[in-house]
């Protein structure tokens, strides 16, 4: 099944504790990106990538950092989290980045506290 | 730069027909998408337009100007479970291609 998978599906945290969120495709897709959603400001670009070792800064990039050493893989990564970090986190891929259609991963709630 | 507005919330009845309106303005306009994205799911993907004119899809139908910087999306025959949060998305080629997403539209569908 052509799919996005993210995990942890759920995850509490403390403030500093450094954190990773991992993103996986299965359909061979070469655009992923990063979203973040909060209430009242909706979907917000956090990094995407365009191919592998090709990854760029979107609308709110500070605080994160992502690698894409494979194809597969787009892991989000949180290296001292804070509370303002605290969110609902999609991971979504496309075939290229001019594809018409996007298919977001499940989603990742964090908390930090 | 984008600015993407469309309406907080919307009731419609059941059986009925209701029209999402979304507005943009973007320097390197490649396409306008909407999506359905019921509460803690991820969102659906609904339509694409890139090109003006209106692009039919079962009970929905999504339409585009491109001059007027101006989108709808069209539900008919309106069913409970299209009670949702609409999401109207704009991909800008001079920011990577980026979908930049509007704050999206939160449908309530009443018996």
């Known amino acids: 099944e052509a799919q996005v998978t993210q995990n942890p599906r759920y995850l509490i945290t403390v403030t500093g504790k450094k954190l990773t969120v991992t993103c996986s495709q299965n359909m061979n897709h070469e655009y992923m990106s990063w979203y973040r959603q909060d209430p009242g400001l909706g979907l917000r670009q956090i990094y995407y990538s365009m191919n592998v070792e090709v990854t760029d800064k979107g609308d709110v990039p500070e605080g994160y950092k992502v690698s894409r050493k494979e194809k597969r893989n787009f892991p989000l990564i949180l290296e001292s989290p804070s509370p303002n970090q605290t969110s609902l986190y999609f991971c979504a891929s496309s075939g290229q980045a001019t594809a018409y259609e996007q298919y977001f991963g499940p989603g990742t709630r964090l908390t930090v506290t | ?111």
């Not at chain 2, 919330?9 to 059941?14: D, L, Q, W, Y």
């Not at chain 2, 704009?90 to 979908?99: E, N, P, T």
């Open chain 2, 1 to 111: 730069g984008q600015n993407i507005d469309q309406p907080t919330e919307m009731t419609a009845t059941e059986g009925a027909i209701v029209q999402i309106n979304c507005t943009y303005q973007t320097s390197g306009f490649n396409g306008l998408f909407w999506y359905q994205q019921h509460a803690g799911e991820a969102p659906t993907f609904l339509s694409y337009n890139v090109l003006d004119g209106l692009e039919e899809k079962g009970r929905f139908s999504s339409f585009l100007s491109r001059s007027k910087g101006y989108s709808y999306l069209l539900l008919k025959e309106l069913q409970m479970k299209d009670s949702a949060s609409y999401l109207c998305a704009v991909r800008d080629s001079d920011s990577g291609y980026a979908l930049n997403f509007g704050k999206g539209t939160s449908l309530l569908v009443t018996p």
